[in-house]
Every structure is written in structure tokens, then in C-alpha cells.
């Protein structure tokens, strides 16, 4: 008896169903970076109108997501990380929670009306979100059955178990979870969000959280040379076809011969580029105060204590904040370094300041740096005199 049949129509190999399912995952996970993160969600991209249409299509298809739902939870776990609030941080919820139920939370919020109609502005409200997305948001789904039956066979229920299955694991449960609880930070921003791995291309670049948390509206997740964004990649094909524009990357420190004036210039160039200003103080203020510390204190200071220094204050636990202020409160150098770090934090959690006051505050600030006797705290206060903002 022939049974070709039941291999669907394309009747593939065993590699080819593989081939199929990784592409169709792949795609998926397209859909998700390009469209709904970096172009619906933080506007850093503008896809062309046809490939919007060919996502959200798919992505209903294939997932059933609805953009408008997508979006505003997502926006909601940037304005409110790591709070109560946050629809699905390990740092609240627990990392076994978000790993195994990260789609049950996304899905609680995305049928709260407060939360789509909060952070869901924006959004597409056209014909076919209202008569088709949102009214048959299961049709997708049972078409990509139909369809996957009917191409690929028996497999094809493989291949649909896999398709529905790879979003909730790796964005909701993977990214979401692991992405702040294990990895490596570039920049201290004010959540626990790592860097899954330095090399995105599994999940479309999104492993790259740490430094997504850190510019949410760069269309480029990765910083460094040995990091790659393959959603980054995809973008670059797009806008050799015309088919993408790249609103805004992240911003890369601009210097200058180090200026005896400092401007308003100067100010905004140090805000603009302040996760880069922090990192940089960490590695060439704070760490190289800590070893010195570390070597001439024997055995007073733990190897730990590190971290506390480093870390963004609002993730330390009361137990973190306790040890932290009794070793500042034993040792002269470090408490001088990290009080210098917190005043310039100021810069940019001011929002109240005028000009004036910011610019005053750094002069006072480097003038005070400079006129201390720690001298990497005295080369860092002159690197600052020669931040630029970047030629437009």
C-alpha cells in the first residue's frame, strides 16, 4: 500500500521536516524582534507596511498574538521591572514560574483591559485587527493545522507542537526568565536583566537583554564587537530592499580633547551617554579602588564585596544594603568612590533640575573629583571634561 500520503504533499526527508521546522520557528521569532519589539513596542525601527502585514499575519498564524496585547505587556514590564507589578519577572514571581508558566502570565495581562489600554497605544487599529485578529484570534491557528497537515503529513503535528510551543518556551519562559537570572551585565541599568548569551541568533537577538534594558529604543541589541544580533542582521537586509528604517541605536560616546569650559554641551553628552558614564566608572574608579583596598586591608574585605559596589543600589536586599554601608563605613577610599558614583547619578535622576543646576553640579562635581587625592577618581573627572554628544 502507498503511503506517501500521509508525508503531505511536499512528502519530505527527515532533515528537510527539520529544515522546515527551524526556518517557520525562525520566522517566527522574526516576527516577534523586528515587528512587534523593536518596531510596535519601542518604535526604534519602521518596517515597510507590507512586511508589518506579513508578520502580524504569521504571527497569528502561528501563535495567535494579537499586536496591541503583545505590546502593552511588554511595555508594561519595562515601565514597571522587577516591581509587583511587572507581568512576569523572576525577581517577583520566582524563576520556576516564569520558565514553565511564562505564556499563563502573559496572558494574564494581555486580557486586562487596564493594561492594553495603558500601554497598548499605538498600536494597529485598522480593518483587519478589528474583523479578523482580534474577532477569530483562534482561526490563525487552526488554518497553520490545516496547513501544516496538509504540506507535511503526520509530521506536520510534530512540527505544529514545535511552532506553538517555541514561542511560549523561548521568549516567555527563556528571555523573560533567564534573561533576569543568569548571565553576564555590560551595564548596570536599574533591573536585573542579563545577557543570555553574547551570540543572538537563536532567539533573533533577543538574548541580548542585559543591553536592551539598558537603550530599550536602539534597534540594535548588540554593544560590543563579539556580540551579534542576527535581528540586527535581518534589519540590514531589510534596508538594502528598502524595506526597513533604522530610527534610533543606542548612543556611542563621542570625546574630545579634554575642555577646561564646561557647557550644557558637556552635561548632555555625560546624560545622554550615562550607562556607558556608569560602566566606565565602575572599571576605572571603583574596581581598581576595591583591589588596591583589597590587598592593603588583608583580610577585613571579602572578594564579594565587589558586587555591592557595582551593583545598581535598587537591587540590593536589606542584607546587601546593610553589609554594603558597614564596609563603606570601615574603609575611607571606597566610601569616597561610591559616594562620588551616587552624586553623579544625579545628573540623571534630577528631572526636576533647570540647566543651570545640572550644569553646575558637574563642574562642582569634577572640580571636587579632581581636587581629591584618589587618582583614578582625578583621571575619570578629566575623561568627563571631554564627552561630546555625537555630529548629527
Not at 533573533?204 to 548588540?222: D, W
Not at 550607562?275 to 579602588?289: A, D, F, G, K
Request: aromatic share 10%; glycine share 6%; with cysteine.
Amino acid at each position: 500500500m502507498n503511503l506517501d500520503f500521509l508525508y503531505g504533499i511536499l512528502n519530505l526527508s527527515f532533515w528537510g521536516y527539520v529544515l522546515v521546522t527551524f526556518l517557520m520557528v525562525q520566522f517566527t521569532f522574526m516576527g516577534v524582534t523586528l515587528y512587534l519589539h523593536r518596531d510596535a513596542t519601542h518604535r526604534s525601527l519602521d518596517l515597510h507596511p507590507v512586511l508589518r502585514h506579513i508578520f502580524r499575519f504569521w504571527l497569528w498564524m502561528s501563535s495567535g498574538i494579537v499586536t496591541k496585547e503583545w505590546v502593552a505587556v511588554h511595555r508594561k514590564h519595562h515601565a514597571k521591572c522587577e516591581t509587583k507589578d511587572d507581568p512576569h519577572s523572576p525577581v517577583i514571581f520566582g524563576l520556576k514560574k516564569v520558565l514553565l508558566e511564562g505564556a499563563e502570565l502573559y496572558q494574564a495581562q494581555a486580557r486586562n483591559p487596564e493594561t492594553t489600554e495603558k500601554f497598548g497605544r499605538g498600536t494597529p487599529d485598522d480593518w483587519m485587527e478589528h474583523n479578523v485578529y482580534l474577532k477569530y484570534r483562534n482561526f490563525g491557528i487552526a488554518l497553520m493545522v490545516v496547513v501544516d497537515l496538509v504540506l507535511f503529513g503526520v509530521p506536520g503535528i510534530i512540527i505544529l507542537a514545535v511552532q506553538m510551543l517555541a514561542n511560549p518556551l523561548m521568549a516567555a519562559g527563556v528571555i523573560n526568565g533567564i534573561g533576569h537570572y543568569y548571565g553576564y551585565r555590560n551595564f548596570e541599568c536599574p533591573d536585573a536583566a542579563r545577557n543570555v548569551m553574547p551570540w543572538g541568533f537563536l532567539v533573533a537577538g533577543e538574548e541580548l537583554h542585559n543591553n536592551h534594558h539598558a537603550f530599550p529604543s536602539s534597534a540594535k541589541f548588540s554593544i560590543h564587537r563579539w556580540e551579534f544580533d542576527i535581528g540586527w542582521l535581518y534589519i540590514r537586509i531589510f534596508q538594502t530592499f528598502g524595506l526597513a528604517k533604522v530610527l534610533r541605536v543606542a548612543p556611542e560616546p563621542a570625546h574630545v580633547a579634554p575642555r577646561n569650559h564646561i557647557d550644557l554641551e558637556t552635561v548632555r553628552a555625560v546624560i545622554v551617554n550615562r550607562m556607558h558614564v556608569l560602566r566606565e566608572y565602575s572599571r576605572n574608579v571603583t574596581i581598581p579602588v576595591f583591589r588596591e583596598q583589597l590587598i592593603t586591608a588583608g583580610g577585613q574585605l571579602s572578594r564579594r564585596v565587589k558586587k555591592l559596589l557595582v551593583r545598581e543600589p535598587v537591587l540590593l536586599d536589606q542584607a546587601a544594603q546593610s553589609k554594603l554601608k558597614e564596609v563603606l563605613a570601615n574603609n575611607q577610599a571606597l566610601q569616597t568612590v561610591h559616594e562620588f558614583r551616587e552624586r553623579l547619578r544625579v545628573l540623571w535622576n534630577g528631572s526636576n533640575m533647570s540647566n543651570e543646576s545640572l550644569l553646575q553640579h558637574l563642574k562642582e562635581w569634577i572640580a571636587q573629583a579632581e581636587a581629591s587625592r584618589i587618582k583614578v577618581l582625578q583621571d575619570f573627572a578629566a575623561s568627563l571634561r571631554g564627552y561630546a554628544m555625537q555630529p548629527a
